[in-house]
């Protein structure tokens, strides 16, 4: 088994330009999650998924969309971004958040100039 | 906001000497999770304590938990260079969300 997996590893975007990032995970998981990284940040919730078809948002939403079309797949997208939006994205997913852990992916280095 | 708050920010050890970090969090929660990350990498799961234990044993790694000042602590025993990595505590409240809150974590070099 892969785990969970992203595409791509890193990308250098210019202000007002948009990408989407790709998670995907062969473990069956139904909970998905976006989150990012900032240094001295810890991690901070995007959005999250509990299911194929279903998303929710997290703490820090604003500035990105996700779609959830298939239960492998999670999609985060920028659509205009932001130098703000510099960091490390990690995507995650879980069987279900109460009694299970967590398992990540390697992480996307994002860099808006 | 951040629920967990790991202490210290950063330690450096000898090797084979033990390390202990402290996590302390602020509402009632259903379970705590600690995760290391090694540079560049993603997170990986050490181990879980729910909140009616108190302790728990994984190998070198020991979890300690205490509901009624909010803490935990994780002790690494006979560190070696291999654990040099970021710690980060995880909580998941009992207020029904299903979302882990994550520390900022603490910075552990072993030096060889």
């Known amino acids: 088994n892969a785990g969970v997996t992203q595409t791509p590893k890193f990308r250098v975007l210019k202000t007002g330009q948009s990408m989407t990032l790709l998670c995907a995970q062969d473990?069956?998981?139904?909970?998905m999650y976006w989150y990012r990284q900032d240094p001295g940040m810890g991690l901070r919730l995007i959005h999250y998924?509990?299911?194929?078809?279903?998303?929710a948002k997290g703490e820090v939403p604003d500035g990105y969309n996700v779609s959830r079309l298939k239960k492998q797949n999670f999609l985060l997208g920028l659509e205009s971004a932001a130098p703000s939006q510099t960091s490390v994205y990690f995507c995650?997913?879980?069987?279900?958040?109460?009694?299970?852990?967590?398992?990540f992916g390697p992480g996307t280095r994002l860099l808006v100039l | 906001s951040q629920q967990g708050e790991e202490d210290p920010q950063a330690l450096s050890i000898q090797e084979g000497e033990n390390a202990t970090m402290n996590c302390s969090y602020k509402?009632?929660?259903?379970?705590l999770q600690w995760y290391r990350q090694n540079s560049g990498r993603g997170l990986v799961h050490l181990i879980l304590?729910?909140?009616?234990?108190r302790e728990k044993h994984s190998g070198r790694l020991r979890v300690t938990l205490d509901t009624s000042k909010k803490s935990s602590s994780l002790l690494i025993t006979a560190s070696r260079a291999a654990d040099t990595a970021s710690y980060f505590c995880?909580?998941?409240?009992?207020?029904?969300?299903?979302?882990?809150?994550f520390g900022t974590g603490t910075r552990l070099t072993i030096i060889p």
């Open positions: 995650a997913s879980s069987y279900t958040t109460r009694q299970e852990t967590q398992y």
């Open positions: 473990m069956n998981h139904e909970y």
């Open positions: 998924s509990v299911g194929e078809g279903t998303t």
């Open positions: 509402t009632s929660i259903n379970n």
């Open positions: 304590i729910r909140s009616n234990e």
């Open positions: 995880a909580t998941l409240s009992n207020f029904g969300n299903e979302k882990l809150t």
